[in-house]
């Protein structure tokens, strides 16, 4: 039996958090706005895992208004959804993720986060894929105000 996913999540720049996408630090790069770390890529990751599994969305299992998750590692959020995956009796077939964003530039980063996303699903690295777009400079994202972020899985039935 095959469950697919579908999450998609959003944060603005700001504050003095430093940018973390895909449980990889940009250095020198602003930051997103956000209760957790803002990784964003992660956050994306979440709720296509939890949609597959028809279990809500991350802000269900982890909500902002809770000082519980203030600053949390969303890599380590990332693990708890997993674990609720495997709970449920599924493992990933693969996953799909797509980064919208002007800024920063991401060529250099796509494998280091490939590999902390594999290690994180307990996956292969070509079970997961990861890319990036920009908007060709239209709309929030074009105008350099945050990033959005795609992600869609596809779940198997553990063996």
Do not use: W
Request: proline share 3%; hydrophobic share 40%.
């Amino acid at each position: 039996m095959f469950r697919i996913g579908h999450g998609y999540d959003v944060h603005k720049f700001g504050g003095d958090k430093p940018l973390i996408l895909g449980g990889v630090l940009f250095e020198g790069e602003q930051g997103l706005l956000a209760h957790s770390d803002g990784d964003v890529v992660l956050h994306a990751v979440c709720d296509a895992l939890l949609g597959a599994v028809a279990k809500g969305d991350i802000g269900h299992h982890f909500p902002d208004t809770s000082d519980e998750f203030a600053g949390a590692d969303s890599q380590d959020l990332t693990k708890s959804v997993m674990s609720l995956v495997r709970s449920e009796g599924y493992q990933l077939g693969n996953l799909d993720v797509t980064i919208v964003a002007q800024k920063p530039k991401m060529a250099s980063k796509i494998e280091p986060m490939k590999k902390v996303i594999a290690a994180i699903c307990n996956s292969e690295l070509t079970q997961v894929n990861l890319k990036a777009t920009t908007t060709e400079k239209l709309g929030f994202v074009g105008r350099e105000e945050g990033i959005a972020v795609h992600a869609v899985c596809l779940l198997q039935k553990s063996q």
